[in-house]
């Protein structure tokens, strides 16, 4: 019973320095938003490894959900011959729901893992080390840059995927299908509010960047640096991010489309 | 800036009633040394003794349990997070592995803490760059990769990085670990020439008896949380202390025990004690 107790509380204690340090290193991060738009370049240079190489994954899927949307979507709406509404559908799924969830838990197994491995290899590598004895603070020039870059670059993949699921929402609807391309098209500029809709998806992709490329990072930085370490966290980035996503991604659409 | 302006033969470094250990295992307990202005002091002793735990104290990367450590009269441990920056940039360190930044070139790495930290004109940040690679004999290297340059190299390469900009300290955490021969040799000529030039302090943690010896002015050799030994390298090396004996003769058993403590053998085996060594770890 003793031994319980001791192991809960000693679990407990650690759980809570994860929280704070977690806490206190997120602070440190949205501080440093105007150092690091200085040093824009820094940004820019991980957007261009956070969202280019992501790109090719992000417009795949897109263009894959938007064709299984378009078919699911067709033999549902059939049912009550509401077929030309396809383009509404589709468009609505993806850029309130699909297109910045399912972005976010691409984000986080293709860059968030990059992210958690780099950053734990340099804690490993003593790199991070080297840089606090020189007077550079590795969370202002390392981590920092890299957060802003995700939180910059999520939103912008988002619209990626959500453009590239209407297209083939398109294909398979407008040219495999023979639904009419007004229809498809003039449904979707009416029914999709540009407020309601779009800039909700916008905030909701932007609040999955904060949170992705934040649990990637910090997963990064505790990092036991040793092998398994690195291993184990990076592990968790996927783990905890997706979950997080998911879960806000439910708290989000209810604050957002109940209100 | 200085506090100690009036007084240049003081201690670079004064450590004074350090206690440091991780979790409940105390790893220094009570030690008092001096690190002098302008000489090489060697840190030794078997592993897991402390040695790079008291370069880390130094930096302020770790805080101590108790005790004070004042680097130019200034108390490491109660400075604040940007004075901690500060004056981190008087200091240079190598680590065991060089710690090069891989993505960038041998220039790059050496060039980093001058962009950071000055606002030097690039014109002027490679000829530093230039000069310092001269100094440890890698200017035509500049152009390669961490990956492309040899273990000792790479530590060459982190040693230009370490006193680009001209800290008043140096400390080399195992220098010579795993290194060849000639580059083994070069590297302790590289640290003696580059104290007496550039006029530094610097601190080696080493167990490399023989370079080190050659190269230091003064060795503290820790054991057991404390010093067993302190001295210029002959002082040390004609020590009765047997834990000196045992460390500068190379013996596997001796104070510094060979065996991890543990039960008899005869107990972990299973076996009738009758006719087994009872002693703890005897075989």
Redesign the interface.
């Known amino acids: 019973m003793i031994r319980f107790l001791s192991n809960t509380g000693a679990t407990l204690r650690l759980l809570l320095i994860a929280v704070g340090a977690s806490f206190k290193l997120f602070v440190s991060l949205i501080k440093l938003f105007r150092p690091c738009m200085r040093r824009f370049n820094l940004v820019v240079e991980q957007m261009h490894f956070l969202g280019n190489y992501s790109l090719a994954i992000i417009s795949i899927s897109g263009l894959f959900v938007g064709f299984v949307l378009g078919l699911q979507g067709y033999y549902t709406l059939q049912k009550y011959g509401s077929e030309s509404a396809l383009g509404l559908l589709v468009a609505l799924s993806l850029v309130r729901e699909l297109g910045p969830v399912v972005c976010a838990l691409l984000f986080a197994g293709r860059a968030g893992t990059s992210l958690t491995a780099e950053i734990g290899l340099m804690r490993a ?3 991070l ?2 840089m ?6 590795p969370v202002a ?1 390392i981590l920092a840059p890299r957060f802003w870059a995700g939180v910059f670059t999520m939103p912008i993949l988002a619209a990626v995927f959500s453009a590239m699921g209407i297209v083939g929402g398109w294909v398979v609807g407008v040219v495999m299908i023979g639904i009419d391309a007004g229809s498809f098209w003039g449904q979707m500029q009416g029914g999709v509010d540009f407020f309601k809709d779009v800039l909700n998806g916008v905030l909701k992709s932007f609040i999955f960047g904060i949170t992705v490329t934040f649990v990637a990072l910090y997963q990064g930085f505790a990092a036991q640096p040793t092998p398994e370490g690195v291993s184990r966290s990076t592990t968790s980035t996927v783990v905890v991010a997706s979950l997080f996503v998911l879960g806000l991604d439910f708290v989000l659409t209810a604050l957002m489309f109940s209100l | 800036m200085n506090p100690n302006n009036d007084a240049p033969t003081s201690p670079l470094i004064e450590i004074k009633d350090l206690r440091f250990g991780y979790a409940d295992r105390l790893i220094l307990d009570g030690i008092n040394l001096s690190i002098p202005r302008g000489k090489v002091t060697a840190i030794m002793g078997a592993s897991g003794g402390g040695k790079t735990t008291i370069l880390r104290l130094i ?1 302020g ?1 770790y805080k101590a349990q108790s005790g004070s450590i004042s680097f130019d009269g200034l108390d490491v441990g109660a400075l604040g997070d940007s004075e901690l ?5 008087r ?3 190598l ?3 060089g ?4 993505d960038l070139s041998v220039f790059d790495n050496v060039a ?2 001058l962009r ?2 000055t606002h030097l004109s690039e014109a002027l940040i490679k000829d530093i760059v230039l000069m310092k690679l001269e100094a440890v004999g890698l200017r035509g290297a500049r152009n390669l990769m961490p990956s492309e340059v040899s273990g000792g190299m790479a530590r060459r390469v ?1 040693l230009a ?1 370490a006193i680009a ?1 001209d800290p008043e300290l140096v400390m080399y955490d195992e220098p010579f670990a795993g290194l060849d021969p000639i580059s083994l040799g070069t590297a302790a000529r590289l640290i003696r020439r580059l104290n007496d030039a550039i006029g530094l302090t610097s601190i080696v943690v080493s167990h490399d008896l023989d370079e080190t010896f050659q190269i230091a002015d003064q060795v503290i050799i820790l054991a057991n949380g404390g010093i067993a030994a302190q001295g210029t390298p002959e002082q040390v090396i004609r020590s009765n202390d047997p834990l000196v004996h045992q460390f500068v003769s190379a013996n596997p058993d001796g104070p510094v025990r060979f065996h991890y403590p543990a039960q008899t053998l005869a107990k972990d085996l299973d076996l009738p004690t009758t006719g087994f060594a009872s002693k703890e770890g005897a075989l």
């Open positions: 590598g003593e790199q080390s080297a606090e004895m020189m007077g550079v603070d020039r | 930096g990367q920056m500060k004056l981190r940039r200091m240079g360190m680590f065991q592995f710690a090069l930044f891989t980093f803490p950071e930290i982190a990085r900009l």
